[in-house]
């Protein structure tokens, strides 16, 4: 059995009791070394084989997993905040089922929960936006051209950029083409929930400029929008005006 398990966006304590549960219990580790915070790592069993995916291939990573299923024992994939974005994940679980080997997911936090976290605002806001957009610049790895950056920055609504640090300059050229206004509020968040976190304010104009002036290459989420400024309206949820199932109007 193997189980996927998010390991949150970077604090050992982010991570849900379902997957420390299965890293306890685990008899074969296989985790991804760069992204995952190694104290994570502290839950497993003192005889556990530990493997660093980072640096394997995919047919390595599956060679393990079909050596520990020969042996009946259980292994635990583990990967950098919700395994369902953005985590390579599928194509090891298309391994999974074609070589018959039974498995299941444990959802994580993602980084994009992590960087609102660490900016104290809320993606969604009443007349500011209620859409997030969750992508990334166009660059190694290819972006279909039905999602450029440029089209979906036309909405206007909030926009979290993943591994697009190193192409702020073109980030910034499509987000201003597509409608963006150079001085609209952006933020760059660093390794969202670890000790080490930084959160950088500045504008769509100045993103490469903030990352460069900051040392800030990798490992960093690009947020844009007006949920970054504090005008937007009070919510009918809690508002005495407005009833819900739960409460009546109050005067």
Sequence with gaps: MVHIIGAGCGAADLITLRGKKHIEEADVIIYAGSLVNPEILSYAKANCEIHDSGKMTLEEIIAVI?????EN????????????????????????????IE??????VS?????????????????????????RASGKTVVPDSENLRDLASHGATMVLFLST?????????????????DAPAAIVYKASWPDEKVFRCTVATLEETAKANGITKTALITVGGFLTSDFARSHLYHPDYPTEYREVTK
């Design 111 to 135: 980084a994009f929960s992590g960087a609102a976290a660490a900016l104290r605002t809320e993606y969604t806001l009443p007349d500011v936006s209620q859409t997030v957009i969750i992508t």
């Design 166 to 182: 190193g192409l702020l300059a073109k980030v910034t050229e499509e987000l201003i083409a597509g409608g963006y206004s150079p």
């Design 73 to 100: 024992k259980i292994t635990v994939r583990i990967q950098s905040g919700d395994p369902s974005l953005y985590g390579a994940i599928g194509e090891q679980m298309r391994e999974f089922d074609r070589l018959g």
């Design 66 to 70: 079909e050596k520990a299923e020969k």
């Design 103 to 108: 498995y299941d997911i444990t959802p994580g």
